[in-house]
């Protein structure tokens, strides 16, 4: 039995719209697909490839591939579902909206779906991406290296169809949201460039501060890390356990898990800057505001001649990572050489230099962390009305 949205909207005239009603895909749609564009492809290329990488785990367009050719041109309204995957398979079963005429071309391991008059496409789209319409899709993935699923799979799956009106009214309100999304998304990516752009100016001297007199700073010092701080080795157990799955490079800070604490970790403080020292992981820094215990798997700069705030700026900058990376040992899952590290080379500005350098930045990444904070309540509202709309 159809469970009814807990979410309705009311006609124009203010009387309810009928009931949904449950269809297959199959009834709803043609499906297709197209070929590879492997010999095909150009940088330069006219037409936005749209194949098994084409589309993001939320859904979205990646263009990635580029072609001249136009086989298999898709039209505005189709939705392009990845149909073949490696790994966990995220992406299998997602859709992408074809926005436009003319730009996109079908490529291989995924399906085309193109709806009949009375379907919009766009609320389709919400509608397979739905987590209740992922789940039953995730459920008829088959494979084990190479995940796949089955045409008749899809064309079976039953979904749930509103009125052509209301259809209209949920894709026009969900589309609004997204659009949010999309410039909150672009606001954050904006402010993260200046981050890095101000960062490299500080860094390399291109910009420099002045006393608050209005004098010039002094010089620069030549030293080495190991100068300016201790590489943390005490060993310790307890609380606030951090490992390197734990660290969040976009915010700059950390989660805690407990139940992770082997009693082998190291000990960190209040001030400390961490440092995932395994490459998928690598870029991901946090300035400690307590006391606790990591893995060994994150290294530990514990500040001796030098203000923890720029220490942690100086570790999270990508001069940094490339100076790790540079003679990184292993060959799966490289780590940083410690005694490498405590050597790298750097030029120390004055304790109230870095200060300034520090507030500087610091302010930057407050304006970050607020805009990805507004992101994630405008995630959180789609979330929930996609919960309410799709039962």
């Not at 009814?4 to 499906?31: H, I, Q, V």
């Not at 570790?315 to 940083?336: E, T």
């Amino acid at each position: 039995m159809m469970v009814e949205a807990k979410l309705r909207f009311k006609a124009d005239d203010g009387s309810d719209f009928p009931d949904w009603e449950e269809k297959t895909l199959g009834e709803l749609a043609n499906l297709f697909t197209g070929k590879s564009f492997t010999s095909e492809l150009s940088e330069s290329g006219r037409y936005v490839v749209m194949d098994m990488g084409s589309v993001s785990s939320d859904g979205l367009i990646i263009d990635s591939k580029l072609t001249d050719s136009n086989r298999d041109l898709l039209r505005k309204g189709d939705l392009i579902m990845p149909k073949d995957d490696i790994g966990g398979g995220l992406i299998i079963g997602k859709t992408a909206y074809i926005p436009c005429d003319k730009k996109y071309v079908c490529g291989d391991h995924v399906y085309g779906l193109r709806f009949d008059n009375g379907i919009d496409a766009l609320f389709m789209h919400y509608e397979i991406n739905s987590s209740r319409t992922q789940k039953r899709l995730r459920r008829k993935v088959t494979g084990s290296a190479q995940l796949g699923l089955n045409s008749k799979s899809v064309l079976y799956e039953i979904v749930s169809v509103p009125s052509f009106p209301e259809q209209r009214k949920i894709a026009d309100l969900l589309s609004a949201v997204d659009d949010v999304i999309s410039a909150q998304e672009a606001e954050v990516t904006a402010w993260e460039k200046r981050k890095k752009g101000v960062m490299q100016k500080l860094f390399s001297q291109e910009v420099r501060f002045k006393a608050d007199d209005g004098s010039d700073f002094p010089d620069w010092e030549e030293k080495t890390l190991g100068d300016i701080c201790m590489y943390e080795r005490q060993r310790s157990e307890g609380a606030n356990f951090v490992g390197t799955e734990n660290m969040l490079k976009d915010f700059g800070g950390v989660t805690f898990d407990n139940s992770n604490a082997d009693g082998s970790g190291t000990l960190y403080h209040p001030g400390d800057t961490l440092m995932s020292n395994i490459r998928p992981y690598l870029k991901k820094a946090w300035l400690a505001d307590r006391k606790g215990t990591c893995s060994t798997d994150v290294l530990v700069f514990h500040p001796t001649s030098v203000e923890p705030g720029y220490l942690y700026w100086l570790i999270a900058s990508d001069a940094f990572v490339r100076y790790v990376m540079s003679a990184a040992k292993g060959s799966k899952m490289p780590r940083g050489d410690k005694k490498h590290i405590m050597e790298m080379p750097l030029l120390l500005p004055n304790k109230d230099e870095q200060r300034k350098i520090d507030d500087c930045l610091s302010s930057l990444n407050d304006v970050i962390i607020k805009a990805k904070n507004e992101l994630a309540k405008w995630q959180e509202l789609k979330k929930g009305l996609l919960q309410q709309m799709f039962v």
